[in-house]
């Protein structure tokens, strides 16, 4: 679907506005996030300036929101944004005999992170400290596994659920089969 560009500039003058409130920060607190003038800020509020790209993308990274969905028409609760399986991006060279899917989206990241992890027999995830205050909660879908955060161990199966301090050494692993987790990490 094709939109008119001015219908574009139309809206994001407000969805800009309230993307700044929503996150309880003045412009002036906006112009020192993202490096655009206070009084840029303000015109493009006003709808008395059109912002460059390069502009756009400084104030979206400063208000952590989404570049495509202030320029997206409509309300964002009567859509669903879909990741299909072949696109959730995964990580596969941490740990041993791991595989990490990331379900959490980009901006995300650093906060509240969301893994669907597939082990192999013997595979482990062992993790540094993560920022003071982190905590994990995983789930186990599939198999069993250990769970340790600093000097403490438990032995999770399918079903059970375990929070702990992610802000010490701490580590997952299925010792004797194959297993699966759904990992929740929440930095303070």
Known sequence: ???????????????????????GLSLEAVANLSGV?????????????????ATLWNLTRALQVDFAGLLEDGDGADRIEVLRKTDVPSIDNMGQGCRIRILSPPEEAGGHEVYDIRFDPGGALNSQ??????????????GAVRVTSGNTASE????????????????ISAPDA?????LIVKNA
């Not at 006003?46 to 460059?52: F, I, L, M, Q, Y």
């Not at 194959?178 to 759904?182: D, H, I, L, N, P």
């Open 1 to 23: 679907m094709t939109e008119n560009p001015d219908d574009i500039l139309t809206r994001l003058p407000a969805r800009l506005k309230e993307a700044r409130r929503a996150q």
């Open 178 to 182: 194959a297993a699966r987790v759904f």
């Open 37 to 53: 003038s206070r009084s840029m800020v303000s015109q493009i509020e006003r709808g008395e300036s059109s912002p460059t790209i």
């Open 156 to 171: 999770l199966n399918a079903g059970d659920t375990a929070r702990y301090a992610a802000d010490v050494v701490h580590s």
């Open 129 to 142: 400290p993560h920022a003071r205050g982190a905590q994990e909660q995983l789930t186990v879908l599939e």
